[in-house]
């Protein structure tokens, strides 16, 4: 069992090249020879440039979920993937995934978006999503984390923190 990740793909059609360098990395991580039911992806985050985007962007990122083999999909919320609303709810770029329909289309696949313990394998993997903070001050809302989280060892520790 391989547990592989891969961050930051931000699919776009922002520059002349974008789309095409999105199908040749979606190419890629079809092709790889890690794409195999017995192995588990976690996907980093910030899958799209944008929160809201065109339907050829959307077919990228169907061409993607659909490409993958993998026994178990997680996809950790980034900066770009989130949007509040005019009510100030966030909005995910990935929202879809929760419906019924593609809840059976993606049966393996979860989204991540708070910190959360998986265990993989028998293997302890701390998810520390993007986090949406509404203060005006640039702190960590990690430094505040639960001692349920910062008391344990773990395998493996994925994370999505903007640089901004």
């Given at each position: 069992m391989a547990l592989v990740t891969i961050g930051d793909l931000h699919l776009n059609e922002d520059r002349e090249w974008s789309l095409a360098v999105g199908e040749k990395v979606l190419e890629y991580i079809a092709t790889s020879p890690y794409n195999k039911?017995?192995?588990?992806?976690?996907?980093?985050?910030?899958?799209?440039?944008?929160?809201?985007?065109?339907?050829?962007?959307?077919?990228?990122l169907m061409q993607l979920f659909h490409s993958l083999k993998y026994k178990k999909v997680y996809i950790l919320k980034g900066n770009h993937d989130e949007k509040k609303n005019v009510n100030g709810k966030v909005t995910l770029t990935y929202h879809?995934?929760?419906n019924k329909r593609n809840q059976k289309a993606f049966p393996n696949f979860e989204v991540i978006e708070q910190p959360t313990v998986k265990d993989i394998e028998g293997n302890k993997v701390l998810?520390?999503?993007?986090?949406?903070t509404t203060d005006t001050q640039n702190n960590s809302l990690y430094e505040k984390r639960p001692s349920e989280l910062s008391d344990q060892e773990y395998f493996l520790t994925?994370?999505?923190?903007?640089?901004?």
């Open positions: 039911e017995e192995n588990t992806l976690i996907l980093l985050g910030d899958l799209t440039e944008k929160q809201f985007f065109s339907g050829l962007i959307y077919d990228q879809f995934l929760k998810f520390l999503p993007h986090l949406t994925v994370t999505h923190i903007a640089d901004t």
